[in-house]
């Protein structure tokens, strides 16, 4: 990873008696390098308190968004966050990723996922659809997969893959 930006802290007001500092912090990077590949740049906004990282707000290529927040108080961290993704061609997938990618990987992929619960534990849900895809030999218009659990098992449920007029269940898990 090469990363470099700049980061803004700006000193937010106490609530109602509340000493701890509070601050909104604005992150924009000006380039953005993981595994030699170039990634569009990202920027967003947070408010950091010794409470947790709230209104979190970055967006990242045009394509995702990241939003919720991390919360510190009372024991474990805690996170509610949700990860948009709109128009993002699968096909350059394989040159970025840690694991090998299926050969002929190609589609729009739109939809959430969702972290919510113990950092260290998260339950995981997920609700994609891949437009105009192919994975390995088989081309289909759509695809709706959709899964929930904490890592590593993520279970399928009413996920499907459309080629005109037939359909396909999946079923299994991530």
């Given at each position: 990873w090469a990363v470099g930006g700049r980061a803004r802290f700006t000193p937010l007001a106490s609530s109602s008696g509340d000493l701890a500092p509070r601050f909104q912090v604005r992150v924009r990077t000006d380039y953005c390098i993981v595994e030699s590949e170039p990634l569009q740049d990202l920027q967003g906004s947070f408010e950091l308190s010794s409470e947790g990282i709230e209104a979190v707000d970055f967006a990242w290529g045009g394509v995702f968004r990241l939003e919720g927040r991390i919360l510190f108080k009372g024991g474990a961290p805690r996170e509610d966050i949700l990860l948009r993704i709109e128009g993002f061609p699968l096909a350059p997938v394989g040159d970025f990723a840690g694991?090998?990618?299926?050969?002929?990987?190609?589609?729009?992929?739109?939809?959430?996922?969702?972290?919510?619960?113990?950092?260290?534990?998260?339950?995981?849900l997920g609700h994609f659809t891949i437009k105009d895809g192919t994975l390995e030999k088989l081309d289909y218009?759509?695809?709706?997969?959709?899964?929930?659990g904490f890592p590593p098992y993520l279970k399928l449920y009413d996920s499907k893959i459309f080629k005109g007029r037939n359909m396909l269940r999946l079923k299994g898990a991530i």
């Open positions: 694991r090998p990618v299926p050969s002929n990987l190609t589609g729009e992929l739109e939809g959430k996922l969702k972290f919510r619960g113990e950092m260290n534990r998260p339950e995981i218009d759509r695809a709706v997969v959709q899964f929930q």
